[in-house]
């Protein structure tokens, strides 16, 4: 699975972007994708993440409320629909593929880097005050 993150910019606080991370082959309708972000001289950390079906999503505290993560298997593409940002939320922000096909891991699971196989390369988002 390759996937290509698109979609960052610089937007003012309490302003909205969407990002969207488009993926190849025919099997992405049979993977939970996640988002994550890092900002400079932290740590990769959880945002967000969507189950194979799109029934179940998941979401850092942090983002709760004003994120929200879909996805389109038709398009095999996820999105992350980012409301009321808040220069905290400034970091690059990367999406990711489970590395089992149809797996069902939980918020827990979900929340690690180490449960994702497949990363895109990233895109930025800076929220200026």
């Known amino acids: 699975v390759q996937l290509q993150a698109s979609g960052g910019g610089l937007v003012q606080a309490g302003g909205s972007l969407r990002l969207s991370c488009t993926a190849s082959?025919?099997?992405?309708?049979?993977?939970?994708m996640g988002w994550f972000r890092q900002a400079p001289g932290k740590e990769r950390e959880f945002v967000a993440a969507i189950s194979w079906s799109g029934a179940t999503t998941y979401y850092a505290d942090s983002v709760k409320g004003r994120f929200t993560i879909s996805r389109d298997n038709a398009k095999n593409t996820v999105y992350l629909q980012m409301n009321r940002l808040k220069p905290d939320d400034t970091a690059v922000y990367y999406c990711?593929?489970?590395?089992?096909?149809?797996?069902?891991?939980?918020?827990?699971?979900?929340?690690?880097?180490?449960?994702?196989?497949?990363w895109g390369q990233g895109t930025q988002v800076t929220v200026s005050s």
């Open positions: 990711a593929a489970d590395r089992s096909q149809y797996y069902i891991g939980g918020y827990y699971y979900y929340t690690e880097a180490n449960a994702y196989g497949y």
């Open positions: 082959g025919r099997t992405f309708s049979s993977y939970t």
